[in-house]
């Protein structure tokens, strides 16, 4: 038989446990970074100083014009000669955050400017501070209407995670290889990693249209 069901259930809570625990993980770690860097880079990108914004937009466009895979080798082989050495998972979540940040502030920038230039105006008659203008008139109106689009880079993100692999970190992808390459069976363990992938992918884009649906109708 090509399937064989007793050692699909025999892997899988290994598979479950310990690739998808990594996964999310990392998803969830890397995303929170790239929206924090990516609003920071999209605010950097309207700086009254122009050489602030050349060098921003010109990070952006390196990062976004470089391989993810190129970025990671980086993070984990070059930065420990310079002094910078994390675990892998944690270089794995840096390299994803920043990565997807660059991507993440091409989207607020969108959002930014999408709100109503008579919104600016009315802060200034107003004559409110320029972090308050920011914090209470702009972002509010601004971020609800990227969140569909920071969601899908989040599913992105997730499906790109087996990336890690290549550094020692464990995912989906890393633990049900593991299990093949010790059982010299892989049918069932890529197939349950790929289900694993199907399943969460396509609840958070189901997540992701729920949002859509709010943010239009609140709008």
Known sequence: MIWDWEFAW?????????????TLVAT???SVLAYALGLVLALLRRSHFAVVRTVTWAFIEFVRSTPLLVQIFFFFFVLPDIGLKFDPLTTGILALGLHYSTYAAEVYRAGIE??????????I?????RWRTWVAVILPQAIPRVLPALGNYA??????????????????VGVA??????????????????????????????????LERRVAYSN
């Not at 008659?125 to 501070?129: D, E, Q, T």
């Not at 599913?155 to 989906?172: A, F, R, W, Y």
């Open 114 to 123: 999408a709100v109503p230039a008579g919104q600016w105006e009315a802060a």
């Open 28 to 30: 969830a770690a890397g």
């Open 10 to 22: 025999e892997v899988l809570p290994r598979i479950v446990v310990d690739g998808l625990r990594i």
């Open 155 to 172: 599913i992105s993100m997730l499906k790109e995670t087996p990336l890690l692999l290549m550094i020692g970190v464990l995912d989906i």
């Open 125 to 129: 008659a107003l004559n409110l501070p």
């Open 177 to 210: 290889n593991q299990v093949g390459s010790r059982s010299f069976r892989y049918v069932e363990p890529i197939t349950i990693a790929g289900i694993l992938f199907l399943i969460l992918s396509y609840s958070a884009s189901l997540l992701v249209r729920w």
